[in-house]
């Protein structure tokens, strides 16, 4: 049987997650998540944070805290903050923890034992006035590639290259602030993927079908000169030993053991819930396996390339089928960044606004095929005039004027038009199309078509005019009601991957007649069912208060401000 491995990036517990992150990674595999399992087939959602690395050990440091405090309190506010915005993980684990050195060790040796693990000597960076070594992240200077003056010693944040930390122009020690550096020679542990570039170059001819089109030419890209060898160890004091006898002293790069939490996460899991699996036979090994990598598009060297080699050559995991990398969100027009003042608070925007409202949002902005902005008006507009004019507003009408008019419910025969109608073959051919764009991984476009439904649906509603049909005809403003009643119903089904809270609250109104078994069977196109569900009438449970709040300009205001004033 088919099973569905999905895994989020894992988040670096050096600082808060923005809404770049969010709608990069972290939502869009929750929408993913959440439709694979409404279909009924087996799948597990895996991340965790990634707690190692030059980054975190200066920035602990800096904090007076000691490197294993330090991760702790961003992994539980990472946590805090998935859950905040109803992003659900089967497991969220953590790379510090032991039971995840247990599962890269065997990595390591498998992969060295193949030969393709060996020593080089390389130039790195050093201070001569704090006497440190400076590898990657602990040197910052001018990229030499397109001369942005703040680059980091592993990336550009500008270009997105992957730097060379001893080319960097004019460098500077992250530790002391010196730039009285010099080039000296270290022996480190390289990754030797120049010997494995035929295996490799296989398994991505493969994937060309399936990858984005903003994936798949960009990994060509990257190794039309060949695979090249990566260095996988330091001198820190923090990570994971290197496990030989020779290499005392030496941890583990943080890049090389992250990837590796998908799958020592998953053991543990397996683990926690008593399970009968075996993480690797059943799940990282298993041919029926569906593994999914959501990640942004930083992330897609150690995706698409690395981690795949890895896999491979240690014979412990599957390669990736799909690497749905989404391109980057901005903050209006500019990239986010705290260091600057030019970011936003997800946990008080959350705290603000609530779950529904930025999730509808930023999946209506999804950076699926390139770059995209967050601006507080374009929040404003797309929540009060597509989510709470066509949804909101039409569950208040329709329902308010059920409860009022039918306390006691409608009769079985008011329901009956909506069977064999156009509107139920509509629906029926929608919820297939969603189920198409949702399998492709197509977020947006997926939401899209959902709200276009529910404007249909918002339409028929305004055109049949219940109320003034009441006057006249109640019999026909009852069948308006009914029909409009169980589409609504259907539609809160369907918004269930996308908004959480406001698919339960919508539910919440029709009562615990509408079992999981039923919910379902709907969410996977059998609307058949619906004809049981009413078979002998329906009433509702609730009255619907205002579902989604609209936003006022006074608020919006005041937070522009606050954005100008920060940055």
Not at 279 to 290: G, V
Not at 402 to 412: E, F, I, M, T, V
Not at 499 to 506: E, F, H, K, T, V
């Amino acid at each position: 049987m088919k099973r569905y491995l999905i895994t989020s990036a894992l988040p670096y517990a050096n600082g808060p997650l923005h809404f770049g992150h969010l709608a990069g990674v972290y939502l869009p595999a929750d929408v993913f998540y959440r439709h694979t399992k409404l279909m009924g087939r087996k799948a597990i959602h895996i991340c965790g944070s990634d707690e190692h690395g030059v980054a975190i050990m200066l920035n602990a440091q800096k904090a007076g805290k000691d490197y294993k405090s330090y991760v702790d309190e961003w992994h539980a506010s990472h946590k805090a903050l998935f859950d905040k915005f109803k992003v659900t993980f089967d497991f969220f684990g953590q790379t510090s923890a032991d039971y995840h050195a247990e599962e890269v060790i065997p990595w390591f040796k498998a992969i060295h034992e193949k030969g393709l693990i060996g020593t080089k000597d390389s130039q790195q960076l050093y201070c001569n006035d704090c006497t440190n070594h400076l590898p990657d992240r602990f040197v910052k200077g001018e990229c030499y590639s397109c001369g942005y003056e703040d680059a980091r010693g592993d990336e550009c944040p500008n270009c997105g290259i992957i730097i060379d930390p001893v080319r960097l122009k004019k460098p500077v020690c992250q530790i002391c602030g010196s730039g009285n550096i010099e080039e000296v020679t270290v022996t480190q542990y390289y990754l030797l993927l120049s010997k494995f570039e035929k295996e490799f170059k296989s398994y991505l001819e493969g994937r060309k079908p399936i990858w984005r089109k903003t994936v798949f030419p960009f990994v060509e890209s990257l190794i039309k000169e060949g695979l090249h060898d990566r260095a996988i160890s330091r001198d820190l004091d923090w990570g994971i030993d290197v496990p030989l006898e020779e290499a005392s002293g030496k941890k583990l790069y943080v890049w090389f053991d992250a990837p590796i939490g998908y799958v020592s996460n998953t053991k543990k899991m397996l683990q926690e819930k008593g399970s009968d699996e075996d993480y690797l036979k059943d799940w990282w090994l298993n041919p029926d396996s569906e593994i999914v990598h959501f990640i942004g598009k930083d992330n897609i060297i150690f995706h698409c390339i690395i981690f795949p080699c890895m896999s491979m050559a240690s014979g412990r995991a599957l390669p990736a089928t799909d690497v749905p990398a989404n391109q980057y969100l901005n903050l209006e027009g500019k990239q986010f960044s705290k260091s600057a003042g030019w970011y936003v608070d997800a946990e008080e925007a959350v705290e603000k606004f609530g779950p529904d409202s930025l999730r509808y949002y930023l999946f209506s902005i999804l950076p699926e095929g390139s770059d995209s902005s967050f601006t507080w008006e374009g929040f404003q507009a797309r929540v009060n005039g597509e989510l709470a004019n066509n949804i909101g507003n039409l569950v208040n009408r329709c329902l308010k004027f059920w409860a009022k008019n039918w306390a006691d419910g409608l009769p079985s025969s008011a329901f009956q038009g909506f069977f064999d109608s156009e509107a139920e073959k509509k629906f029926i051919s929608t919820i297939k199309e969603l189920h198409t764009l949702l399998d492709n991984k197509q977020i947006k476009k997926g939401l899209e078509t959902l709200m276009a439904l529910g404007q249909d649906v918002n339409t028929y509603f305004s055109d049949k005019a219940p109320w003034a049909e009441f006057k006249t005809d109640p019999e026909a403003a009852s069948k308006t009601i009914a029909e409009t009643g169980l589409q609504i119903m259907v539609l809160g089904i369907l918004f269930e991957p996308f908004l959480p809270d406001l698919s339960a609250n919508i539910l919440s109104l029709f009562g615990d007649k509408l079992s999981e078994d039923i919910k379902t069977s709907i969410y996977q196109g059998n609307l058949s069912c619906l004809r049981d569900f009413v078979s002998s009438g329906y009433s509702l449970t609730g009255k619907p208060d205002a579902l989604v709040p609209k936003i006022e300009d006074a608020v919006i205001a005041t937070l522009k401000e606050e954005l100008v004033n920060k940055g």
